[in-house]
């Protein structure tokens, strides 16, 4: 059952932690790509021999139709065994589903203490509940209301790019696109400008030059700050849905000093769940107190909050601690393209 929206007359609440961040950032990030898989010479990605699907150089048309030719022949994806990893917490095992485009769900535990995160969106909202999270909370938004929250502030993305996070990618025709600008090692890279509440954002999508594999994304707020990256490796065709699909995600967002890797052990695709109506629906922690995030009286801070003065009324932008040094893995930190 949908909670209804909660007309606050009483002080501001704090809904935030690094736990909370990682969560936010699963959610609605969808933008997204991980560890880039090695190009190998035979037109190989990863482990498994894939055919070369574009020209030596090809165009924007035939890169996006690519992608999309891959992303539309996964209908939904189910990843029954995978495992959450964050730097300094014991891993997680974890089931994974997705109906793109919003319908999406995380759910991670261990075998001593059970459930331990839940992070979810159907068509109407999207939630996040972690166990160990202080005050006892289940944060939930609207999609229609995303834009005008205090969550936005913290991660301006759309629920749309959920899917992206397992590689299924799209780019919207109300984007702009620019490329394909050849880059090294066989890649190539589509610079896309997207409109935004704050102004225009950027993205870069790093591909296999061969197979048009999406191997990494990432975005820039309108001021050029790199907001997240995602990449994905270890890609294996599904036999049954034909789509070559990444089975290692790691995703970093470098103003939270956020890092997290789901390794996806097996993927079933184009199979309806056994109760659909729980898995899109919203679930009830005993307990815990369902937070709207568009409330004007919630405020989304970060760990550095304790420091700070007392938050007005209405929630100000996020506290985010120093960022951190490029994770493991990035040659360079990615820049903003110029435009």
């Known amino acids: 059952m949908s909670p209804s929206r909660r007309q606050s007359t009483t002080a501001p609440r704090r809904a935030g932690s690094r736990g909370c961040l990682l969560a936010l950032v699963v959610v609605a990030l969808a933008s997204t790509g991980?560890?880039?898989?090695?190009?190998?010479?035979?037109?190989?990605?990863?482990?498994?021999?894939l055919p070369r699907a574009l020209p030596e150089q090809p165009t924007l048309e035939q890169v996006i139709g690519t992608v999309h030719d891959n992303t539309r022949r996964v209908r939904s994806l189910m990843a029954p065994q995978a495992v959450l990893s964050v730097p300094g917490v014991p891993r997680l095992s974890a089931q994974v589903a997705c109906e793109p485009p919003r319908r999406f769900r995380l759910r991670a535990q261990t075998a001593i203490t059970g459930g331990e995160l839940d992070i979810g969106s159907?068509?109407?909202?999207?939630?996040?509940?972690?166990?160990?999270?202080?005050?006892?909370?289940?944060?939930y938004c609207r999609h229609d209301d995303y834009a005008k929250s205090a969550a936005r502030k913290l991660i301006p993305l759309r629920a749309d790019w959920m899917p992206e996070?397992?590689?299924?990618?799209?780019?919207?025709?109300e984007d702009q696109?620019?490329?394909?600008?050849?880059?090294?090692?066989?890649?190539?890279?589509?610079?896309?400008?997207?409109?935004?509440?704050?102004?225009?954002?950027?993205?870069?999508?790093?591909?296999?030059?061969?197979?048009?594999l999406v191997l990494e994304q990432h975005l820039f707020t309108p001021t050029?700050?790199?907001?997240?990256?995602?990449?994905?490796s270890r890609h294996r065709v599904d036999p049954p849905s034909g789509a070559a699909l990444p089975r290692l995600v790691?995703?970093?967002?470098?103003?939270?000093?956020?890092?997290?890797?789901?390794?996806?052990?097996?993927?079933?695709?184009?199979?309806?769940?056994a109760d659909p109506g729980q898995l899109w629906q919203m679930p009830s922690y005993e307990g815990?107190?369902?937070?709207?995030?568009?409330?004007?009286?919630v405020v989304i801070s970060g760990p550095a909050a304790g420091a700070t003065a007392?938050?007005?009324?209405?929630?100000?932008?996020?506290?985010?601690?120093?960022a951190p040094s490029p994770p493991a893995g990035l040659s360079s930190p990615p820049r903003p393209f110029a435009g």
């Open 250 to 273: 790691e995703v970093s967002w470098p103003a939270s000093g956020v890092e997290f890797q789901l390794e996806l052990t097996s993927i079933t695709t184009n199979m309806a769940p």
């Open 122 to 139: 159907n068509d109407e909202l999207f939630w996040l509940w972690i166990r160990r999270h202080e005050p006892p909370v289940t944060l």
């Open 224 to 232: 050029g700050e790199r907001l997240a990256s995602v990449r994905t």
């Open 288 to 297: 815990f107190q369902p937070i709207d995030l568009a409330d004007p009286a």
């Open 310 to 322: 007392p938050a007005p009324p209405v929630a100000p932008a996020p506290l985010l601690p120093p």
């Open 165 to 173: 996070l397992l590689g299924l990618v799209t780019f919207r025709p």
């Open 34 to 49: 991980a560890t880039c898989p090695n190009a190998l010479r035979g037109y190989q990605v990863g482990v498994m021999p």
């Open 177 to 212: 696109h620019e490329g394909p600008v050849p880059l090294a090692d066989g890649r190539i890279e589509i610079r896309t400008t997207m409109a935004g509440p704050d102004g225009a954002m950027r993205k870069s999508t790093i591909l296999d030059g061969t197979t048009g």
